[in-house]
C-alpha cells in the first residue's frame, strides 16, 4: 500500500487518499483537533500530533528514513501547509512529483504574482508597494479608490478600502506606517465587477477545469467586511466568451507555474462594464467553503479524490457538469442575539438542501474574516437556488437584546 504524508489534512481530504487506496499519515497540531481536523482522525492510518511546528523537521525526517513515502502533500495555507509540503518534497524526495517551492514563494507572495503575471502578458490591475503616504495620496490621485492589503498570504483578511477624500490620520495608525515603510502593503485599484473563482486539477502538467463558481460578498453598508464571502455557487452562468477567456487565463497561469500534480483554485474580477477579465489570486489547493463539496455535487466526482487517483497513476474521467449547487452563509445583524425562530419552509422538489446553521452563538460582532461566520450555512442543489437561499434565510427572525 502506498504511503502518503498529510500535513494538516482535513476529513475530505484524508478520506479521499483512503478511498483511493493510500495508506495516510496526517500529522495534525494539537491546537488543531476541532471540527473537521478532529473529523480525520476516523479516517487516517496514523494520526500524529505535534505540539509545536519546530517538532515537524524531525518527525518527517524519522518518517521518510524509515518508510516508502509516496508523497508529502498539503491541501491548506493553515501553518503554511501548501509550502511546506513542497520544500519537505524537493528536500527528502527523490522525485517531487507535485509542486516547487518556487511556484508556492510566488502565489503566496501578491507582489510577486503580480510581477509573474505581467511576465506572461495576463492583463494587471494598476499596483504599487507604496513606502510612505505620500505615495498612497499619489495613487489615489492617478486611480481612484483603491485598496490596500498585505504582500504575505492570501485570502479575504486584514483588507483596506480608501479613497481619495478619506482622512489618512485616521486611517493609518503607528503601526500601518510602520508596514508601508518596511513594503508589506500592496495597492491596488479598486475594481468593481463580478467575482469568480475557477477549480483545476493539474497532473503531469496538464490543467482540466472543473469549472467556474460564482462569488458571493456581504453586501455594502453593513458593519461586517465587504470583502468576506456570503456564498459561492457552481458554475456560474457566464457568457461563453468570458468562460474561454477566464479558461485561458487559468491555463497560461499553470502552463507557466512549475507544478506536476496539483488542486488549484484561481480567483478572478470580471470588470462591470468593460468586462475586462483580472487575476486577483491563485491557490495550489482547492477552494475553501466547502466548494469541492459544490462540484461533486454537480458533477458526482470530488476533486480531492480525483487528485490521488491522479497520484495513483490511473486514467482521469472526463468531469461534465449537470446543474448547479451553491453555499449560503447566514449574515445576521450585529448584536446580542436573544432569540432566534426558524419558520417551516418547504423547497421545490427539483432542489436539495443539506441545512448546517447553528445559532448557538449569540453575539454577533462585525465580520472581518470568513472565520467570523459561525452561524452556519445551508446548501442547495437545484435550480434558482439563490431565489430559494433568499427566502430560505427571508423566515428566519432574530431578536435582539435591547441596550
Not at 452563509?329 to 432542489?351: A, L, M, N, Q, R
Amino acid at each position: 500500500m502506498k504511503k502518503i504524508i498529510v500535513l494538516f489534512g482535513h476529513k475530505a481530504v484524508v478520506k479521499a487518499a483512503k478511498e483511493q487506496g493510500f495508506y495516510v499519515i496526517n500529522i495534525l497540531q494539537s491546537n488543531m483537533l476541532h471540527s473537521t481536523f478532529i473529523k480525520a482522525c476516523n479516517f487516517a492510518d496514523e494520526t500524529v500530533i505535534i505540539n509545536n511546528l519546530s517538532e515537524l523537521d524531525g518527525l518527517i525526517d524519522r518518517i521518510v528514513s524509515t518508510n516508502i513515502v509516496a508523497g508529502i502533500v498539503s491541501f491548506t495555507d493553515t501553518r503554511d501547509g501548501v509550502l511546506k509540503s513542497a520544500v519537505y518534497s524537493e528536500k527528502l524526495l527523490s522525485e517531487n512529483r507535485f509542486v516547487t517551492k518556487e511556484s508556492v514563494d510566488i502565489l503566496i507572495d501578491k507582489k510577486k504574482m503580480r510581477d509573474f503575471l505581467k511576465s506572461i502578458n495576463l492583463k494587471l490591475v494598476p499596483n504599487i508597494v507604496p513606502k510612505t503616504v505620500d505615495d498612497v495620496r499619489q495613487f489615489l490621485k492617478v486611480n481612484g479608490k483603491s485598496i490596500i492589503k498585505p504582500v504575505a498570504g492570501q485570502g479575504s483578511q486584514d483588507i483596506l478600502l480608501i479613497s481619495p477624500e478619506d482622512r489618512f490620520e485616521d486611517i493609518f495608525p503607528k503601526q500601518l506606517n510602520e508596514s508601508l515603510s518596511n513594503g508589506w502593503l500592496i495597492m491596488e485599484k479598486f475594481i468593481d465587477g463580478k467575482e469568480v473563482s475557477v477549480e483545476t486539477l493539474t497532473y503531469d502538467g496538464v490543467t482540466q477545469i472543473f469549472g467556474i463558481t460564482d462569488k458571493y460578498k456581504i453586501p455594502k453598508g453593513t458593519p461586517h467586511s465587504q470583502f468576506v464571502e456570503s456564498g459561492h455557487v457552481f458554475c456560474a452562468n457566464l457568457e461563453s466568451y468570458l468562460v474561454n477567456d477566464i479558461y485561458n487565463n487559468v491555463r497560461k497561469i499553470f502552463n507557466h507555474l512549475n507544478v506536476n500534480t496539483t488542486l488549484g483554485h484561481t480567483e478572478m474580477i470580471i470588470e462591470k462594464g468593460t468586462n475586462e477579465v483580472y487575476v486577483v489570486e491563485s491557490h495550489l489547493r482547492a477552494g475553501g467553503d466547502c466548494i469541492p463539496d459544490l462540484v461533486e455535487n454537480v458533477s458526482g466526482y470530488n476533486p480531492y479524490y480525483l487528485f490521488f487517483k491522479a497520484l495513483d497513476g490511473e486514467q482521469l474521467p472526463l468531469v461534465t457538469n449537470k446543474g448547479r449547487s451553491g453555499i449560503f452563509y447566514y449574515i445576521p445583524e450585529v448584536g446580542k442575539i436573544s432569540s432566534v425562530t426558524k419558520h417551516s419552509h418547504t423547497f421545490s422538489d427539483d432542489i436539495y438542501v443539506k441545512d448546517r446553521l447553528d445559532f448557538t452563538t449569540i453575539d454577533v460582532n462585525p465580520i472581518q474574516n470568513s472565520f467570523d461566520r459561525k452561524w452556519g450555512y445551508i446548501m442547495l442543489s437545484g435550480t434558482d437556488i439563490e431565489e430559494a437561499a433568499r427566502k430560505y434565510f427571508s423566515e428566519i427572525c432574530i431578536e435582539y437584546e435591547r441596550e
